[in-house]
């Protein structure tokens, strides 16, 4: 069995406190979903800014604008189920991610 040794050359003071790792596809839309308060399986602007700060967004307001440009296809105000990949794909792209 292998055994975690103590790495002298390796200096562990300079190594991340903290380490980010991705939030999948279906960890972002699982986050999403759960903001949608009213549960019409639309988000709008005041649910994905809430969504985006839980995500840790310094700027959430903006963020949702952001979110609502990108993937409202018919430009209705809301993202719904359709466009929910799309805004999915935003946030990935702009890289959301958890701290562990």
């Known amino acids: 069995m292998d055994r975690a040794i103590f790495n002298p050359t390796v200096d562990y003071r300079k190594l991340p406190q903290k380490i980010l790792l991705p939030l999948s596809d279906n960890q972002l839309r699982n986050i999403f979903k759960k903001y949608d308060a009213n549960n019409d399986n639309q ?58």
């Open 43 to 100: 988000l709008s602007k005041e649910e994905l800014k809430k969504a985006f700060a839980y995500l840790g967004s310094i700027i959430p307001g903006i963020r949702a604008n952001r979110a609502l440009h990108h993937a409202d296809a018919n430009k209705e105000g809301f993202i719904n189920e359709g466009e929910m990949d799309e805004l999915v794909k935003y946030a990935v792209r702009v890289g959301f991610s958890v701290t562990v």
